[in-house]
C-alpha cells in the first residue's frame, strides 16, 4: 500500500491538487444567464458496444498495468465488453472541460469545480441510471447532489470522494486542534509555519469557517456568497496570509514540510497524511468541529458520445465493487459503491478513509462550481462566480 499510494500521490494527487487552481470560470463557461442545463436526451437503452470508448480523467483512475503490472482494471474491461479503453490524462478541471467540449471523448470522471460548467455547457448529457446496475450500490449520501445533478436529474455516476482535514505536527501544537480557527484566527500562534491549499476554492473554507462562527453574515453554502459575505472570507483569508509559510499544491512538498516542521498545521487530505506518517512524520489529521470542504468525482458521458454504449459499460465497470474497491485503493479515496469495502486490500482501508459513514460525509461541503445564481437558492441576490473567486485568490496571496 505504501508504494502504491506514493505513486498514485505522485501522478493523481498531484494533478488532482492543481485541478481547482486552474478552473477559473470566467473563461470556460462556469456560468450562465439562465443556468438552465439545455434539453438533452439520455440514453434510452443499451445497445452493442461501439468497440472502443475515449475518457478523459484523472490520472490514478484508468490503470491498465503499465504504472505497475498488478494494477490493471482497464483489460478486464476490454476483455469483457469489447470496448478498447483509450484514455486522455487532464491535469485540471480546465483542461478536462475542453477536451470535453472537442467532441473527441465519450465520458469524464469530473470534480465538482468542472461539474456544472459542463451541464449548463450542454457537453454533457443526463444518465439513464437504469442502464448502470451497480448505481443501486452507491452510497445514498452521493446521489443527486448539487454538483453531479440538476433538478433531480443524474448526470453521473458517483465515483469516489474524500475531506480536505487539518493535519498538524503533534509535537509543535498543543493542544491538539478541533477547529479551523487554529488556522484562522489563531494562525498567528504558528505564524509562518501555516500552510493552505493553493487555490481559488479554499475560499470556501475561510467561508465554512465564517459560516459556524460569524452566522450574522447569514451563510448557508460556502459556494454560494453574496458581495457582503465573499468580501468577509476574502478578507479572513488576507489576514491569514500574513502567518502562511506556504500554499501548497505539490503532495510531496506538503509532507516535506511537515517532516521537516517548515509546516506544522494546515489543510491536508487523508492519502497525504498517511504517507507523511509513514514517512515517520509526528502528525495527525482531523476532521474540524466545523466540517471540511471535500470533493466527489463524477463519471459523466458526453452528450455527443461516439460510444455511449461502451461508456456506459466503462461507468458501470468502474464502480462495480471489486473495481471501484482497487480504484479507491489505487488513488487513496473512499470508493462509492457501499459494497466495495468488502473488496480492498486493506481490511481497514474503509475505516481510515470513513467510507459508509454518513455522518462523516454530511459534514462535508463537496467543491460545487460558484455560480452567480446563488447555489443556496436565494434569487434576491447575485453570487459571486468562480472567475471573481480566481480574481480574488490572486490578491489574497499578493
Not at 249 to 273: C, L, P, R
Not at 287 to 303: C, F, H, I, R
Amino acid at each position: 500500500m505504501r508504494s502504491k499510494l506514493s505513486k498514485a500521490a505522485i501522478a493523481a494527487v498531484g494533478l488532482l491538487l492543481v485541478a481547482a487552481c486552474g478552473s477559473g470560470g470566467g473563461t470556460t463557461g462556469a456560468t450562465t444567464s439562465k443556468l438552465t442545463p439545455p434539453k438533452i436526451d439520455k440514453l434510452a437503452a443499451l445497445g452493442t458496444g461501439e468497440g472502443e470508448v475515449n475518457l478523459v480523467a484523472w490520472a490514478g483512475y484508468v490503470e491498465n498495468g503499465s504504472d505497475d503490472p498488478s494494477v490493471n482494471w482497464v483489460t478486464p474491461f476490454e476483455k469483457q465488453t469489447g470496448c478498447k479503453v483509450n484514455v486522455k490524462v487532464a491535469g485540471t478541471s480546465d483542461e478536462m472541460v475542453t477536451l470535453m467540449k472537442s467532441g473527441d471523448y465519450d465520458a469524464v470522471s469530473a470534480s465538482g469545480d468542472a461539474t456544472l460548467r459542463l451541464i449548463y455547457g450542454g457537453v454533457v448529457a443526463p444518465v439513464n441510471t437504469a442502464l448502470v446496475p451497480n448505481y443501486a450500490d452507491i452510497f445514498d449520501f452521493l446521489k443527486l447532489k448539487p454538483w453531479n445533478s440538476v433538478g433531480g436529474v443524474a448526470y453521473g455516476i458517483p465515483h469516489g470522494w474524500g475531506a480536505n482535514l487539518l493535519m498538524y505536527r503533534t509535537d509543535k501544537v498543543s493542544p491538539a486542534p478541533t477547529s479551523w480557527g487554529a488556522v484562522f484566527d489563531g494562525a498567528s500562534t504558528y505564524a509562518g509555519h501555516v500552510t493552505a491549499y493553493d487555490s481559488p476554492i479554499y475560499i470556501a473554507d475561510a467561508a465554512l469557517y465564517l459560516m459556524k462562527h460569524q452566522p450574522d453574515l447569514g451563510i448557508t453554502n460556502p459556494y454560494a456568497l453574496d458581495d457582503k459575505q465573499f468580501n468577509a472570507a476574502v478578507s479572513l483569508l488576507k489576514t491569514q496570509n500574513q502567518s502562511i509559510g506556504e500554499y501548497w499544491s505539490d503532495y510531496t512538498k506538503e509532507v516535506e514540510a511537515f517532516k521537516s516542521g517548515d509546516s506544522v498545521i494546515g489543510t491536508t487530505w487523508q492519502v497525504i497524511a498517511n504517507l507523511a506518517e509513514a514517512d515517520k512524520a509526528p502528525v495527525a489529521a482531523v476532521l474540524p468541529s466545523e466540517g471540511a470542504t471535500g470533493w466527489s468525482d463524477t463519471w459523466m458521458v458526453a452528450a455527443k458520445a461516439a460510444h455511449p454504449n461502451c461508456a456506459y459499460q466503462w461507468m458501470n465497470w468502474i464502480v462495480s465493487p471489486e473495481v471501484n474497491a482497487q480504484v479507491a485503493e489505487w488513488f487513496g479515496e473512499s470508493p462509492a459503491n457501499k459494497l466495495a469495502c468488502s473488496h480492498t486490500a486493506d481490511k481497514n482501508f474503509c475505516q481510515t478513509y470513513h467510507a459508509a459513514d454518513a455522518d462523516y460525509a454530511s459534514k462535508i461541503w463537496y467543491w460545487t462550481t460558484p455560480t452567480t445564481q446563488c447555489l443556496d437558492g436565494r434569487t434576491n441576490v447575485t453570487c459571486k462566480d468562480y472567475a471573481a473567486w480566481t480574481q480574488a485568490w490572486t490578491e489574497i496571496k499578493g
